[in-house]
Nanobody, 115 residues
Framework: QVQLVESGGGLVQPGGSLRLSCAASGSSFRLYAMAWHRQAPGKQRELVAAITSGGSTNYADSVKGRFTISRVNAKNTVYLQMNSLKPEDTAVYYC?????????WGQGTQVTVSS
C-alpha cells in the first residue's frame, strides 16, 4: 500500500497562492490515479482535482481556472497549485492515491485563507 505525505499548507491572504505537494512511496507511482480532496469544518470531504496515470485531469467547478493539479512521476510527487485563493478554500487538504480497487489517503495539510 502506498504511503502519502502532504506538505505546503499554511496561512495565506485572500488572492494569494500556495502549492501543495504529495510525496508517495514505492516504485509504482506512475500507475496510480491521484487526487486532492478537502474537508472544511462541519462539511463533507469533497474532490478538488484529480489526475489519471495518463495525465488527464478534472476539477471541481469551484476551483476551475484557479487550481492546477500536476504530477512528476520521476519524483513520485503530485502537486496542487492554488491561485486566487478565497476564504472558502480554507480546509484540510488530503492527497489520495488509487490503483484498481485500492485507495490510500495522506494525513492532510491545513490551508487557511484569511486576512
Amino acid at each position: 500500500q502506498v504511503q502519502l505525505v502532504e506538505s505546503g499548507g499554511g496561512l495565506v491572504q485572500p488572492g494569494g497562492s500556495l502549492r501543495l505537494s504529495c510525496a508517495a512511496s514505492g516504485s509504482s507511482f506512475r500507475l496510480y490515479a491521484m487526487a486532492w480532496h478537502r474537508q472544511a469544518p462541519g462539511k463533507q470531504r469533497e474532490l478538488v482535482a484529480a489526475i489519471t496515470s495518463g495525465g488527464s485531469t478534472n476539477y471541481a467547478d469551484s476551483v476551475k481556472g484557479r487550481f492546477t493539479i500536476s504530477r512528476v512521476n520521476a519524483k513520485n510527487t503530485v502537486y496542487l497549485q492554488m491561485n486566487s485563493l478565497k476564504p472558502e478554500d480554507t480546509a484540510v487538504y488530503y492527497c489520495y492515491a488509487r490503483l484498481g480497487g485500492m485507495g490510500s489517503w495522506g494525513q492532510g495539510t491545513q490551508v487557511t485563507v484569511s486576512s
